[in-house]
């Protein structure tokens, strides 16, 4: 489906190793991300997903290895640096203010002005260009976001990451605790995302989520890589194979 | 994958292609909009407006002086230091946040003026910003406590109203009373300036011409952008009733002695904090932090800036409205700012409309609310009631107030507007 070594990596990590404490959470992870692919990264609880996600959120440096970003050496000390290098996250509790409107949401941190005072015009003509861009369906951009179902405000949360023009958006859990319709919804604009030449990166549980719409599948186990597939090459069973245990395939031990 | 690209319906605008929509155009359709919108606990400002035409029945039937056009004008004139305070609550209920110390705060800032000006003899503008230098002090150090060590405003402004308090006293020293001179500018205008007719109705037509402008030029924009817009009509007939209801108000008032210069300022402030808090980017952050603290801090808000502002502006709307009471009062003492100031400016914010909880309000409650709490005041000062009675029916009022803020919030959670 795609062919990611004539793509322009985005995103490399080698060796990444993130310790709290006596826990060692990650040991010399890596992982590569590149333009206009969807990479998926799955593990059991505990795995190290979530780590790997706020190392690149900028929400923990790590303790030893190296991220690059377009080749260039990098670090993420603080979530601004990672928004400043094009690496846009959206977390698994959303992270929308329930009491402003759709446009509010959207804009949060990053609204239009003109002249000084808020264009609020601008900012919700621009919103209904992404949402139908995205293909997503909301019923108005007007509306506190509390009215809007789980799939809805996933949507929202979404379409935010994008008003930044990112490279990379992390998307964790994002079909979590949605509904059949909902969960095809989000897929397809994770699709949707790839189409615009974004990298993707992928948290989830759900294989069956994850064989729909993932190009590449990395199985992280106890804070370590334990395979990297490419979804046309892989069966589900392989997968949950990886991700217990039942088949060791990390390079080095 | 799935339509994609859905083609436009071009007799709709670009805002209402869902067809999950209900469309309602024209007059008739705002106001069904408007009806809808309060079923579904979006009450706005209606119980207040509602609560206080009860109140004013009530009293003018009680006491026919009541409504006069005097009694009014005394009305307006004892709401403007409550009311500029009230802003100032309005601002941290908007955070989520309390500030328990602005009876203080105003307090020092009166003591402040009182001894700065009539007993060492400095010159006014010098000891007004010394004034509402304190109250900006007072505020950082809140703000700083707030954001550093994470204590609940509760606590750090308790200590706030004991320890400011204190300071006012200090300030002070031995001398129970400062009264300050009758012809003194500052006393002029708490007690004597007033508009003069021509120009409180050059006022209210601005004001209008402006909300109007304002709104034309808003619809044309989303016209030409492809978005709904409101009618000419319904903006024309929304100007009409804010020029009757200004024209009218100014009107009785100067029948009387009019629009004084004090609560002028406070109507001024409010509509300047109005526009600061929903035209731009820093109001924006104010309802997004009071919202969901981590929503925002995660969309890059520096949120301890925030707290910080807005604690400080607070402080600085208790400390101007206490140089306004003392302006009043002509004198400064060491209970100015004590009694009922706190519970009437923080009352005054809740019954206005704005909720405790967070994230929803308006500066324009700071109005409403604060002639509520005054009418009740006048109205019973008016029967020459005993003040216990007054404090237990203010009392009553602000539950009341709190318990229908509770009710709308539980409202607006089943008809989903959050």
């Excluded at chain 2, 203010?394 to 409202?411: E, F, H, N, W, Y």
Aim: glycine share 10%; aromatic share 6%.
């Amino acid at each position: 489906m795609t062919n990611t070594t004539t793509r322009e990596q985005l995103l490399s990590l080698r060796g990444i190793t993130k310790r709290f404490g006596a826990v060692r959470a990650l040991s010399g992870v890596d992982l590569d991300v590149y333009a206009g692919e969807v990479v998926a990264i799955v593990g059991d609880n505990g795995a190290g997903k979530s780590t790997l996600v706020k190392i690149l959120a900028g929400v923990h440096p790590q303790d030893a290895g190296t991220i690059s970003f377009g080749g260039v050496p990098t670090a993420i000390p603080t979530p601004t640096d990672s928004r400043d290098l094009g690496i846009a996250t959206v977390y698994q509790d959303l992270s929308l203010c329930d009491n402003l409107d759709v446009v509010s949401n959207l804009w949060l941190g990053r609204e239009l002005r003109k002249g000084g005072a808020l264009d609020e015009v601008e900012m919700e003509m621009r919103s209904w260009t992404l949402l139908r861009e995205l293909s997503a369906r909301i019923p108005s951009v007007r509306i506190p976001v509390a009215s809007l179902s789980g799939g809805q405000r996933q949507t929202v949360a979404i379409a935010r990451s994008l008003i930044g023009e990112p490279n990379v958006v992390i998307l964790d859990e994002p079909t979590a605790a949605l509904g059949v319709a909902q969960t095809a919804e989000v897929l397809n604009l994770i699709e949707r995302l790839r189409e615009r030449g974004l990298g993707v990166i992928l948290i989830s549980h759900n294989i069956a989520d994850v064989q729909a719409v993932a190009d590449r599948i990395v199985v992280l186990r106890l804070g370590r890589n334990n395979g990297d597939f490419r979804v046309a090459d892989v069966t589900s069973e392989m997968i949950i194979a990886a991700i217990t245990g039942a088949s060791d395939n990390s390079r080095s031990a | 994958m799935s339509d994609t690209t859905r083609p436009l319906d071009q007799s709709r605008p670009v805002d209402q292609q869902d067809e999950r929509l209900v469309h309602h155009s024209g007059v008739r359709g705002a106001v069904r909009d408007l009806g809808q919108r309060m079923r579904g606990g979006d009450l706005g400002s209606l119980p207040v407006v509602l609560g206080l035409v009860v109140i004013w029945a009530v009293f003018q039937i009680l006491n026919p002086n009541f409504l006069s056009s005097t009694n009014l004008v005394n009305l307006t004139m004892q709401s403007a230091a409550v009311g500029t305070i009230a802003i100032g609550i309005v601002l941290v209920l908007l955070l989520g946040e309390i500030d328990l110390s602005v009876g203080s705060v105003s307090g020092l800032s009166s003591a402040i003026l009182a001894v700065g000006f009539v007993q060492l003899g400095f010159p006014l503008p010098l000891v007004l910003f010394a004034s509402l230098l304190a109250g900006v002090l007072a505020g950082l150090v809140f703000g700083f406590l707030r954001t550093q060590f994470g204590v609940p405003s509760f606590v750090i402004t308790l200590g706030g109203l004991l320890g400011i308090l204190g300071l006012q006293l200090f300030v002070l020293g031995k001398t129970k009373s400062i009264n300050i001179p009758f012809d003194s500018v500052i006393v002029q205008f708490g007690q004597q300036w007033f508009l003069p007719a021509w120009s409180s109705y050059t006022l209210v037509a601005l004001a209008v011409v402006v909300f109007a402008w304002n709104q034309l030029v808003q619809a044309r924009r989303r016209e030409a952008a492809g978005l709904s817009a409101s009618p000419a009509s319904v903006i024309m007939l929304r100007s009409a009733g804010l020029l009757v209801l200004l024209g009218a108000a100014t009107w009785y008032l100067n029948l009387s002695r009019g629009v004084g210069a004090p609560f002028a300022l406070f109507l001024v402030l409010v509509v300047i904090t109005h526009f600061f808090l929903t035209r731009t980017r820093w109001g924006r952050s104010v309802f997004a932090v009071g919202g969901n603290v981590e929503a925002a801090r995660r969309a890059g808000i520096r949120v301890n800036r925030v707290y910080i502002s807005v604690f400080v502006l607070c402080s600085l709307f208790a400390a101007l409205g206490g140089l306004m009471a003392a302006a009043r009062a002509a004198s400064a003492n060491s209970s100015s700012g004590g009694g009922d100031t706190n519970l009437n400016a923080i009352a005054a914010a809740v019954i206005g409309g704005t909720s405790l909880f967070g994230g929803r309000g308006s500066a324009f409650s700071a109005v409403l609310g604060v002639v509520v709490i005054m009418s009740i005041n006048s109205g019973l000062a008016l029967l020459f009631l005993e003040s216990y009675v007054q404090y237990i029916v203010t009392g009553a009022v602000l539950l009341l107030a709190v318990v229908i803020d509770s009710l709308s919030r539980r409202t607006r959670a089943a008809a989903g507007r959050g």
